[in-house]
């Protein structure tokens, strides 16, 4: 659970506009184990399915979603079940006619 909040912790410091940019910068905090240490977490790792913390519908993992002009970071328990951590509004796009 620590790691999803240092996740949560990543977004809200913003610096991205759409949801491909937030899971840019998800994924390239993730992709390097030492970027754990300067988080304050030990590591990546997901202790409920192995391997590392991704954008995953399973549990230990978490996703990413866009409902009603926000993004949801939803993390999936070890029961299997979702459950939304936080939701940030996503500038809406406006298309040009």
């Given at each position: 659970?620590?790691?999803?909040?240092v996740?949560?912790?990543?977004?809200?410091?913003?610096?991205?506009q759409?949801?491909t940019?937030a899971r840019a910068i998800?994924?390239?905090?993730t992709?390097?184990?030492t970027?754990a240490i300067?988080y304050?977490?030990?590591?990546w790792?997901?202790?409920?399915v192995?391997?590392?913390?991704?954008e995953e519908?399973s549990?230990?993992?978490?996703?990413?979603?866009?409902?009603?002009?926000?993004l949801?970071?939803v993390?999936i328990?070890?029961d299997?079940?979702?459950?939304?951590l936080?939701?940030w509004?996503?500038?809406?796009?406006?298309?040009?006619?």
């Open positions: 659970m620590e790691q999803k909040i996740l949560e912790m990543i977004l809200d410091d913003g610096g991205w759409t949801i940019e998800l994924q390239k905090a992709s390097n184990p970027n300067a304050g977490v030990t590591n790792d997901n202790y409920l192995s391997g590392q913390i991704r519908d549990p230990g993992n978490y996703l990413l979603r866009k409902t009603n002009n926000q949801q970071f993390t328990g070890n299997g079940g979702e459950y939304v936080r939701n509004d996503l500038r809406v796009q406006h298309q040009t006619p």
